[in-house]
């Protein structure tokens, strides 16, 4: 099982940006497709974006598309997500999640789960 450590979370203002990593130790990333969750306070965890395990097809929710870039480096074993123009909206605790299957990734159901980061967007 996939041992997952997420940074880079932190506060910032309307507009801004971050960049979310996610490094793995126990197995080799390069297997396993490899995605982002978000919950925020009082909801439910959502999907965020999806890669597969060679980095060919990424995955947005709407919500995010073209404001967040998912992206992988399987010879670090990481994991990336910029997050641009950043709205108070995606304030939520990010998931870094993987799995070597990408339904059962994008279906919120993962074999492995990070414990997670804090993103804070507010003026």
């Known amino acids: 099982q996939l041992q997952l450590v997420e940074s880079g979370g932190g506060s910032v203002q309307p507009g801004g940006s971050l960049r979310l990593s996610c490094t793995a130790s126990?197995?080799?990333?390069?297997?396993?497709?490899m995605g982002w969750f978000r919950q925020a306070p009082g909801k439910e965890r959502e999907f965020v974006a999806l890669?597969?395990?060679?980095?060919?097809?990424?995955y947005y929710a709407d919500s995010v598309k073209g404001r967040f870039t998912i992206s992988r480096d399987n010879a670090k074993n990481t994991v990336y997500l910029q997050l641009n123009s950043l709205k108070p909206d995606d304030t939520a605790v990010y998931y870094c999640?993987?799995?070597?299957?990408?339904?059962?990734?994008?279906?919120?159901?993962?074999?492995?789960w990070g414990q997670g980061t804090q993103v804070t967007v507010s003026s």
């Open positions: 999640a993987g799995d070597r299957w990408v339904p059962t990734l994008a279906s919120g159901t993962p074999g492995s």
């Open positions: 126990g197995f080799s990333l390069a297997s396993y497709a």
């Open positions: 890669i597969r395990g060679s980095g060919s097809a990424t």
